[in-house]
Every structure is written in C-alpha cells, then in structure tokens.
C-alpha cells in the first residue's frame, strides 16, 4: 500500500566555502539547492541517479514519531518535483522503513532496496513502473521480502546482471554482530536457487565480528567483487576486504589470497565507500583514520585481487584534507579519469556535506572548487551528502541531509560544470547529422559535420553519468562531413548509455542511445 503526502519545497540560508553560490548552478530550483520536506518529522536521502529521460530521483526514509517509512521523489531537471510520477511526484510506502538504493533499469523501471523494519527486519527490493505504481509482475505486488534464518537483515545495495537477474547485497545478524548477507533473485523477484544452491550466501568473519557490505559491482561474467567493511571482536579498529563471488555463489579462492583482498592501514580505522571498475582496473573510495582524522584513500586494483603497486604508495593513495576530517560515502570517476568523492567533512563545530575531488594520479585535484574541496553548510547545522552522481556534461547533482534539533530534511543540489570538466563547447564547433542505427547491437555509426579541423575522442558513460568505456581513442580529423564507426565491448550490458564527444576538457556533444545485447 502506498502512502501519498504532498511535498513541499524549503528555501533556508546557507553557506558555502570562500565563494558564495557562485558554485551552484541556478538553472536548479533557481537558486542551485533545495530542501525537501514530505510532511513529516525527519527526510533523509541514501541515494539518487539520473535516468534515460534526464529525470531526477531522490530515495531514502521519511519518519514520524510513530512510524518509519521509505521515499522516493522525481525531479525534473529543473529541480521541480515531476507530478506525473504517482500524481504527486512522490511515493512514501509504509512497508519499507527506508530504501538505501535505487537505480532504473534497461525497462525504465525503478529498483529500490531497503528494509521493513527496526526490530526484526528483512530486506527488501521494489520494482516500480515508470508512472510510480509499484509493478505487480514482480513478486505479485511489486515488492519482495527476504529473511534468513529468522535474522535482522537489511539490502544496502542492489544490482542487476547480464541475465537481468537482481543481486541484493547487506547485513546479517542478532542486532549485535553482523555478517554479509548476499542474495539473488530472477527477474520476477523469486529467490534463484542456481546461487548457492539455496540464493543465499552469508560470509562470517567470527562469531564477535561486525562486517558491512560498503559497495559492490558485477563483473562482465557475473562474477560479484564485494567491498567490506570488517570490525574484528579481538581488534580495536575497521579493515577493509574484498571478496570475488562466482556467478554459482561460490568464493572464488583465485581471488587476492585465498579468495579475499584485505587493505589495513598501519593498523588504523579503515573504511571504504565504494568500488568502480574503468579501463580494466578495479578503484576503491575510502578513509583511514590518523590522528583522529579521517583522510581519503584511493586504492587500485588489477583483476587477480592484487594492488597496483605503480599507482600512489604500493597501490594507494593517502590524501589528508588540511586540518579537516572528511568522511565519504560514495565516489564516482569523470570522463578525465579523476575522482569525486561526496561524504561530509568538519575542523570543529557541525560537519559540512562537501565533495571533494582527487586527481587521476591519487592526489588533491586543486582545480574543482576551492583548493579541492566543495562545503555545504545550512546555518551552521549538522549536514552530510550521501550519493550524487556526474551529468555526461560535468554538472554534479548530490543528495543527502540536514539535520538541526527539529527535524531532517533532504539536501538536493546541483553545482555547475566548469568545477568539474572545464567549458562546454556543446554543438558549436560540430554538428551531428546521424546516429543511426539507435537503438544499436555493438556497432553504430555517428555522422557529424565538423567547422574545423578538430581533434577529439569518444567515450560512453551509463545513465547515472558514470564513466564506462572509450570508444574511439583521441585523433584528428579534418573538417567537413565525416562518419566515425563505434564499436563497445561484447560484454556491455543492454540499457541506456549517453555517447559523449570530448576534446580535450571541452564537451562538444552528447547521444542518448539504447543499446541492445543480443
């Protein structure tokens, strides 16, 4: 059953660091920002994405003093909320306590996943139309439950592989400890029992152990590589470990050392938030704690589960923040192969929500916002970004939540281009005549007429503006009428993608295409 409240829209001071709002992009709700309040005592924002049809969505939970229930909102990309999402433009839906994950899949439907309850709770994953009504092909009402063993579960993050089959990835346990808890259901939302024989598996690091599933992604074969987050009971701080799942639900023990990668810091609290995969490496966002102070790690990855020992200090990178201490929680990679990582971030006082960048090479990118790092700040109020995503043409939206001694609500902000990929040139200098075909099995063909000679390389981002691969590499072309052939990997999923031309830091166009793996 789905609960329907009006949304209203909150405009309250702000601050922001050294520059005013000169970093926000005012084609967003007019003034780059806005808070969201559904009616009810506490919103917060665990996660967003664009979507093909260049719509906004906001999920999280909403809270009265009486009941807990998930959200979503569409946004236009005006940042007007979408009515003609569930005739509001939001649902609120009682049977999930909050939704920590979503994103649409090759159908245009939205995949939530969350959890039902405080006490007691099982995970669950949603599957809703594009108009807003939940999809009552999958599981019958269009939300499935999921409960091992009698256990509190919940779904930090969900994913769809090739077979279109939905992994759902979170915790375990008796509210004390904790374990990993991983599960995969087949497109109609029934649990696949090929996964483990039963469409569970649980990894257990001890009995006295807290372990945290931070990320995932799914490789090309379907291979499940986990980012975790483990407290030992006999230890004093967090490590971080990954494990490679094959695609039966067995650990592949190939994998690092006998199926597990482990990163320890000297000992210290560390914590990773995410974990990408480009041009063949596999890049890990995270934080080590030193002195009390959280600083941001990049680590590289080969494919056998090893650091790249010729990426920053044996495979990773430390970049403290100043005197600051930034938590992040989540990271994304531009189409320069540079890294933005959002998260909050406090000298003393109330945290700030900011978004910090980091340079291909692992270091401070001084070149986004000022000296590196973008703050948020609602009159001085506790405040804090946990998800955003990159346009194709460098905008970022982020979202997340201010808190204060009344209530929370959700921060929704968008910041301008020129901070994250330098001066769009969109259709100044070429003009595309075709693409065809659209949409397209592995092979298309883009005809542009060029005003001048020209130099420049094509590269393929998903929907959420995440970098995937390069199509064509950086040449020189003479201008006039010309046909460039793209070619993507066989092993590209079917869905939505954007084709971005790209010279230098300039954007020159952009295609939205479908393609189709068949």
């Known amino acids: 059953m789905n609960r329907i409240l009006t949304v209203f829209m909150l405009t309250l001071p702000f601050i922001?660091?050294?520059?005013?709002?000169?970093?926000?992009?005012?084609?967003?709700?007019?003034?780059?920002?806005?808070?969201?309040?559904?009616?009810?005592?506490?919103?917060?924002?665990?996660?967003?994405?664009l979507s093909a049809k260049n719509k906004i969505y906001v999920s999280g939970g909403s809270s009265t003093s009486s009941s807990d229930r998930g959200f979503i909102t569409r946004l236009n990309s005006n940042g007007l909320v979408d009515s003609s999402f569930n005739s509001t433009g939001t649902i609120i839906n009682s049977t999930f306590y909050s939704i920590y994950d979503s994103y649409e899949d090759a159908n245009n439907n939205i995949i939530v996943a969350g959890i039902n309850g405080f006490s007691r709770q099982n995970m669950l994953i949603g599957r809703i139309l594009e108009n807003g009504t939940f999809d009552k092909t999958f599981s019958g009402d269009g939300i499935q439950e999921i409960n091992y063993n009698d256990q509190e579960d919940a779904a930090k993050r969900v994913k769809e592989d090739t077979k279109g089959r939905y992994v759902v990835a979170g915790t375990t346990g008796d509210g004390f400890y904790t374990d990993v808890l991983i599960s995969r259901l087949d497109h109609a939302g029934n649990l696949d029992k090929s996964f483990n024989q039963t469409g569970f598996l649980v990894l257990n690091f001890g009995p006295k152990d807290q372990s945290y599933v931070a990320d995932f992604l799914i490789t090309n074969n379907n291979k499940i590589l986990l980012l975790?987050?483990?407290?030992?009971?006999?230890?004093?701080?967090?490590?971080?470990?990954?494990?490679?799942?094959?695609?039966?639900?067995?650990?592949?023990?190939?994998?690092?050392?006998?199926?597990?990668?482990?990163?320890?810091?000297?000992?210290?609290?560390?914590?990773?938030?995410?974990?990408?995969?480009?041009?063949?490496?596999?890049?890990?966002?995270?934080?080590?704690?030193?002195?009390?102070?959280?600083?941001?790690?990049?680590?590289?990855?080969?494919?056998?589960?090893?650091?790249?020992?010729?990426?920053?200090?044996?495979?990773?990178?430390?970049?403290?923040?100043?005197?600051?201490?930034?938590?992040?929680?989540?990271?994304?990679?531009?189409?320069?192969?540079?890294?933005?990582?959002?998260?909050?971030?406090?000298?003393?006082?109330?945290?700030d929500a900011c978004i910090v960048g980091i340079s291909s090479k692992g270091t401070i990118d001084s070149s986004f916002a000022v000296n590196g790092v973008f703050q948020f700040n609602r009159s001085n109020k506790t405040d804090h970004f946990n998800s955003f995503f990159i346009y194709p043409t460098g905008q970022i939206i982020a979202a997340g939540f201010s808190e204060d001694s009344i209530d929370d609500k959700t921060i929704i902000l968008k910041l301008k281009n020129k901070i994250n990929v330098g001066v769009i040139d969109q259709y100044k200098t070429i003009s595309l005549t075709k693409f065809f075909p659209n949409p397209f099995q592995h092979n298309a063909t883009i005809e542009m007429n060029l005003k001048e000679s020209l130099e420049f390389g094509i590269r393929l981002f998903d929907e959420s503006g995440k970098y995937v691969t390069e199509l064509v590499p950086n040449k020189s072309y003479n201008a006039g009428l010309i046909e460039v052939p793209i070619e993507v990997p066989n092993q590209l999923r079917s869905g939505n993608y954007i084709i971005v031309i790209q010279s230098k830091n300039k954007i020159l166009a952009s295609i939205k295409t479908k393609f189709l793996n068949q």
């Open 228 to 351: 975790i987050n483990h407290y030992a009971g006999t230890s004093t701080s967090y490590n971080i470990n990954c494990f490679l799942i094959n695609e039966n639900g067995t650990i592949d023990s190939t994998y690092g050392m006998k199926g597990k990668l482990m990163i320890d810091i000297n000992d210290q609290t560390d914590g990773g938030c995410s974990i990408l995969q480009a041009d063949g490496a596999f890049w890990i966002g995270g934080y080590t704690t030193k002195s009390n102070r959280n600083q941001i790690i990049i680590a590289k990855l080969d494919s056998l589960g090893h650091l790249d020992a010729n990426f920053g200090n044996k495979g990773i990178s430390i970049n403290p923040i100043g005197s600051s201490s930034m938590t992040p929680t989540s990271m994304k990679i531009t189409s320069d192969k540079s890294f933005r990582l959002s998260g909050r971030i406090s000298t003393s006082g109330y945290p």
């Open 16 to 49: 922001i660091n050294g520059q005013g709002n000169s970093l926000l992009d005012s084609s967003f709700n007019k003034i780059g920002y806005k808070l969201l309040d559904l009616g009810n005592d506490d919103e917060k924002a665990n996660s967003c994405f």
